[in-house]
């Protein structure tokens, strides 16, 4: 499968983003999919994410009440709908897939997800 995000960008704190991943081969509605950020100098971090049919999503604390995942099967996208953005929310936005979690506690490692987006800039401007 090819994941494809984008819809990142420049944005004032305060701000809004929504970013879109867009998957191409494979079954979408049969991954369960996430988004991570890095930012310069730091590690992969785990952000949302989302099952395959939408019922079951998780959030970092650091975006609940801000971020908001979503999926459309029908589709194949993902979406982090994001408001409220700071300035330390900067970093490249990666949605994932992963094919066989085995554990619901795995969604947080990257490791643990096949696929990749190229990863989509955002910054916050304070």
């Known amino acids: 499968v090819q994941l494809q995000a984008s819809g990142g960008g420049l944005v004032q704190a305060g701000g809004f983003l929504r970013l879109s991943c867009a998957a191409s081969?494979?079954?979408?509605?049969?991954?369960?999919m996430g988004w991570f950020r890095q930012a310069p100098g730091k590690e992969r971090e785990f952000v949302t994410s989302?099952?395959?049919?939408?019922?079951?999503?998780s959030y970092a604390d650091f975006v609940k009440g801000r971020f908001t995942i979503s999926r459309d099967n029908a589709k194949n996208t993902v979406y982090l709908q994001m408001n409220s953005l700071k300035p330390e929310d900067t970093a490249v936005y990666y949605c994932?897939?992963?094919?066989?979690?085995?554990?619901?506690?795995?969604?947080?490692?990257?490791?643990?997800?096949?696929?990749w987006g190229q990863g989509t800039q955002v910054t916050v401007s304070s």
């Open positions: 994932a897939a992963a094919t066989n979690l085995r554990t619901y506690s795995a969604r947080y490692s990257p490791a643990r997800y096949d696929y």
């Open positions: 989302i099952n395959y049919s939408g019922g079951v999503i």
């Open positions: 081969r494979g079954t979408f509605s049969s991954y369960f």
